[in-house]
């Protein structure tokens, strides 16, 4: 299973937007990357997947470079309910099992 | 699509009981089911994959007695938490996923707060 390494922590100010770096030296081939986003007493909620090159969805944008040994997930213009933690994690959907990292905890400020 | 649901959200118990939480996939078939533990300002411990069928895999470290996993349906997983102490108090949570590589990923339950008093 591929570890990952993020920053613990980010700060940010409302508008403004925040790029959190996962490094991943050791993914597999068939490895995905995934972020999940969660909040205090909740579940983590996924974000975004991508495999290589650039994913963009309604929230967030994911860039890989072409070894894949990090990736970078981009949030434009946070709010102040963007605040939570961002884990970073690589496998191959289906049943491999997940192990979270440290995630990175991002403070919006007004 | 995609939803899992965990229930209870919360739960007090006694030193001593034991405690279930049950994990539903409601719109798809999960064979694979995890379970997770996560203390206060930290990060999500996997303590187990539950299989449908067949015995749970744990995590080094985890006591399966302590924890008992039931994957008796392909859409239902359950963890009991026997003879619960004030040290299992923490934040379960359970996750599964439909299998697909199309930008879904594994989804989550909402988590289940136990506290042992």
């Known amino acids: 299973l591929a570890k990952t390494t993020q920053p613990i922590s980010m700060d940010s100010y409302e508008g403004q937007e925040v790029n959190i770096t996962c490094s991943h030296n050791n993914i597999a081939t068939n490895d995905y990357i995934t972020w999940y986003q969660q909040f205090p007493s909740q579940g983590p909620r996924f974000i975004i997947q991508?495999?290589?090159t650039k994913v963009t969805n309604e929230v967030a944008s994911l860039f890989i470079p072409a070894d894949r040994k990090s990736s970078t997930l981009s949030l434009p213009r946070v709010s102040l309910s963007d605040t939570a933690v961002y884990y970073c994690?690589?496998?191959?959907?289906?049943?491999?099992?997940?192990?979270f990292g440290t995630g990175t905890r991002l403070l919006v400020s007004p | 699509g995609a939803v899992v649901s965990q229930h209870p959200s919360w739960v007090i118990c006694k030193s001593g009981t034991s405690v279930k939480i049950e994990c539903r996939s409601l719109?798809?078939?999960?064979?694979?089911m995890f379970w997770y533990r996560q203390f206060p300002k930290q990060s999500l411990m996997l303590m187990a994959t539950s299989n449908e069928g067949s015995k749970a895999t744990y995590e080094q470290g985890v006591e399966k007695d302590k924890f008992l996993i039931n994957h008796a349906s392909l859409t239902l997983s359950t963890l009991t938490v026997t003879s619960a102490h004030p040290e299992d108090s923490s934040f379960y949570i359970c996750?599964?996923?439909?299998?697909?590589?199309?930008?879904?990923?594994?989804?989550f339950g909402s988590g289940t707060r136990l506290t042992v008093v």
């Open positions: 996750s599964a996923s439909p299998g697909r590589q199309d930008g879904y990923g594994y989804t």
């Open positions: 991508g495999y290589k």
């Open positions: 994690l690589v496998g191959a959907a289906g049943f491999q099992k997940l192990v």
């Open positions: 719109d798809f078939q999960a064979t694979t």
